[in-house]
């Protein structure tokens, strides 16, 4: 891990620099509830700037306005030259992005620092929002491109000001990036049990041949036209239970594979042609878990094996 991309994603995130006598300390706070991923955060920076025994601290404090005590992590740095040096390309008077230093040093460790601070995934892992209310018009609007020119993913600013990954095959390559980089107390932001559940389901269906389900998809005219007539169901079946084990095993279960495989296959072009194939239950059950674990529909995952094995 890089420190230039670690301290962007940081910055984005919950990280500031606080000036004590003249001189900038790094700084970044996190809920009690955080403290084992603040715990980390604490030991990934400490290995780039020097801290104190009283580095990090749990704190508490009493707000007034709602009669509540909040305990909270502090962590702290001690003061160096490279925060010196960084500090006027972080501040202009308030905190700042700097849209030239941030596009060419954060890479997928940092985004997953960002994202584990401002971060949620929501609708059982179809959407994922970024909070950036705080920032300005111009400063969204950079971050939103360089998810997309930088990282392949593309995101919208929504009503509230938020980074808006709303298409479950924009997620599902968000997520290719970051949760292998992601620290385990993190989960609640995470899909892990939600992977491990479709590996099960996935060894389950092994085998699973009586009976029949008519499904719809929809090809190019080129593929539909080489398919219709008598026979085509069964091809199918035994086409995708082949190909279909064979990317679980080799381009899905692996997020960095994974990722590369969506990036691959994104501009797939979507059919209008329909077809009714009579599908196995093994192969329609692994359809849909290849659907909702990749983000692509039923019928462009068909167009992909098809054009990959025909």
Same mark, same amino acid.
């Given at each position: 891990?890089?420190?230039?991309?670690?301290?962007?994603?940081?910055?984005?995130?919950?990280?500031?620099?606080?000036?004590?006598?003249?001189?900038?300390?790094?700084?970044?706070?996190?809920?009690?509830?955080?403290?084992?991923?603040?715990?980390?955060?604490?030991?990934?920076?400490?290995?780039?700037?020097?801290?104190?025994?009283?580095?990090?601290?749990?704190?508490?404090?009493? *707000?007034?306005?709602?009669? &509540?005590?909040?305990? =909270?992590?502090?962590?702290? $740095?001690?003061? +160096?030259?490279? #925060? @010196?040096?960084?500090?006027?390309t972080?501040?202009?008077?308030?905190?700042?992005?700097?849209?030239?230093?941030?596009?060419?040093?954060?890479?997928?460790?940092?985004?997953?620092?960002?994202?584990? *601070?401002?971060?949620?995934? &929501?609708?059982?892992? =179809?959407?994922?929002?970024? $909070?950036?209310? +705080?920032?300005? #018009? @111009?400063?969204?609007?950079?971050?939103?491109?360089?998810?997309?020119?930088?990282?392949?993913?593309s995101?919208?600013?929504d009503g509230?000001?938020?980074?808006?990954?709303?298409?479950?095959?924009?997620?599902?390559?968000?997520?290719?990036?970051?949760?292998?980089?992601?620290?385990? $107390?993190?989960?609640?932001?995470?899909?892990?049990?939600?992977?491990?559940?479709?590996?099960?389901q996935?060894?389950?269906?092994?085998?699973?041949?009586?009976?029949?389900?008519?499904?719809?998809?929809?090809?190019?005219?080129?593929?539909?036209?080489?398919?219709?007539?008598?026979?085509?169901?069964?091809?199918?079946?035994?086409?995708?239970?082949?190909?279909?084990?064979?990317?679980?095993?080799?381009?899905?279960?692996d997020a960095?594979?994974?990722?590369?495989?969506?990036?691959?296959?994104?501009?797939?072009?979507?059919?209008?042609?329909?077809?009714?194939?009579?599908?196995?239950?093994?192969?329609?059950?692994?359809?849909?878990?290849?659907?909702?674990?990749?983000?692509?529909?039923?019928?462009?995952?068909?167009?992909?094996?098809?054009?990959?094995?025909?």
């Amino acid at each position: 891990m890089a420190f230039a991309s670690l301290f962007a994603g940081k910055m984005l995130g919950d990280g500031y620099m606080n000036v004590t006598h003249r001189a900038p300390r790094f700084c970044f706070i996190h809920a009690l509830a955080d403290k084992s991923y603040a715990e980390y955060c604490f030991h990934l920076f400490a290995n780039y700037l020097p801290y104190g025994p009283n580095g990090m601290q749990v704190r508490s404090n009493f *707000d007034r306005r709602t009669q &509540k005590k909040y305990v =909270r992590v502090l962590c702290q $740095s001690r003061t +160096s030259p490279l #925060l @010196e040096r960084l500090y006027p390309t972080w501040y202009k008077g308030r905190k700042i992005i700097p849209m030239d230093w941030v596009a060419h040093n954060l890479e997928a460790d940092g985004l997953a620092l960002w994202f584990q *601070d401002d971060g949620n995934l &929501k609708e059982g892992g =179809r959407r994922i929002i970024l $909070s950036t209310e +705080s920032y300005t #018009l @111009e400063e969204k609007s950079f971050l939103r491109f360089l998810l997309q020119s930088k990282f392949n993913i593309s995101a919208n600013i929504d009503g509230q000001g938020r980074l808006d990954i709303s298409s479950r095959l924009e997620v599902r390559k968000f997520q290719a990036l970051v949760e292998p980089l992601m620290h385990a $107390s993190m989960f609640r932001k995470s899909m892990a049990e939600q992977w491990r559940q479709w590996a099960i389901q996935w060894q389950e269906l092994a085998g699973i041949h009586r009976g029949t389900c008519r499904t719809s998809i929809y090809l190019p005219y080129d593929l539909y036209d080489r398919l219709r007539g008598e026979g085509y169901s069964s091809l199918l079946n035994n086409l995708l239970s082949e190909w279909m084990d064979k990317q679980w095993v080799e381009n899905v279960c692996d997020a960095a594979r994974r990722y590369r495989w969506l990036l691959k296959h994104e501009k797939t072009p979507k059919g209008t042609y329909l077809l009714t194939p009579r599908f196995r239950p093994d192969v329609k059950g692994r359809l849909d878990l290849l659907s909702m674990a990749t983000g692509f529909e039923r019928s462009e995952l068909v167009i992909i094996a098809l054009k990959d094995r025909l």
